[in-house]
T-cell receptor, first 110, second 114 residues
Framework: GENVEQHPSTLSVQEGDSAVIKCTYS??????FPWYKQELGKRPQLIIDIRSNVGEKKDQRIAVTLNKTAKHFSLHITETQPEDSAVYFCAANAGNMLTFGGGTRLMVKP | DAGVIQSPRHEVTEMGQEVTLRCKPISGHDYLFWYRQTMMRGLELLIYFNNNVPIDDSGMPEDRFSAKMPNASFSTLKIQPSEPRDSAVYFC????????????FGEGSWLTVV
């Protein structure tokens, strides 16, 4: 089945700096790659997703890039703010299921 | 829409007791997923349903776990008997046909087995 690896597991940045989280996947048939943000004690919520027919997608301060050949995709957050502090999960579909990465705890220091 | 609704939000139970977690998916969604989240194992898919039919239960840890979806608006996850290692947050999620459609999570059921 699908295996999704996510790095780093923790990331600490200064407010205003950029943050990058990287994921690799194993199933070459995967074609949908969402990113979820989970604040402490809350549910995971979708923040952005990308499909295999595009290489990059942006939404204000967040962007995701996809390299299908290398089977990796990344989340980029620019001009980080304290409210960006959370755990971020990448995921890839395998058939009708989503497999999640292990999560990255992002801490933005004011 | 109120989103995916789960109950109970929090449950503390003694080892050996039966636990039943409940979920109401978003109206019209035809996929329903049960996930378990722990610090050690992250987000694990336990089982998912399509049009009320279980499709893949390979993530269910053992026979103590069972899940049902008697109709399009209700699902249960049952643990009998419960053990301390079952302590986790259990999320229910739903979506329109996947892949490629957003999966919406419920608030989760926080289970503690003592």
């Amino acid at each position: 089945g699908e295996n999704v690896e996510q790095h780093p597991s923790t990331l600490s940045v200064q407010e205003g700096d950029s943050a990058v989280i990287k994921c690799t996947y194993s199933d070459s048939a995967s074609n949908y790659f969402p990113w979820y943000k989970q604040e402490l004690g809350k549910r995971p919520q979708l923040i952005i997703d990308i499909r295999s027919n595009v290489g990059e997608k942006k939404d204000q301060r967040i962007a995701v890039t996809l390299n299908k050949t290398a089977k990796h995709f990344s989340l980029h957050i620019t001009e980080t703010q304290p409210e960006d502090s959370a755990v971020y999960f990448c995921a890839a579909n395998a058939g009708n299921m989503l497999t999640f990465g292990g999560g990255t705890r992002l801490m933005v220091k004011p | 829409d109120a989103g995916v609704i789960q109950s109970p939000r929090h449950e503390v139970t003694e080892m050996g007791q039966e636990v039943t977690l409940r979920c109401k998916p978003i109206s019209g969604h035809d996929y329903l997923f049960w996930y378990r989240q722990t610090m050690m194992r992250g987000l694990e898919l336990l089982i998912y349903f399509n049009n009320n039919v279980p499709i893949d239960d390979s993530g269910m840890p053992e026979d103590r776990f069972s899940a049902k979806m008697p109709n399009a608006s209700f699902s249960t996850l049952k643990i009998q008997p419960s053990e301390p290692r079952d302590s986790a947050v259990y999320f229910c999620a739903s979506s329109f046909s996947v892949p490629g459609n957003t999966i919406y999570f419920g608030e989760g059921s926080w289970l503690t087995v003592v």
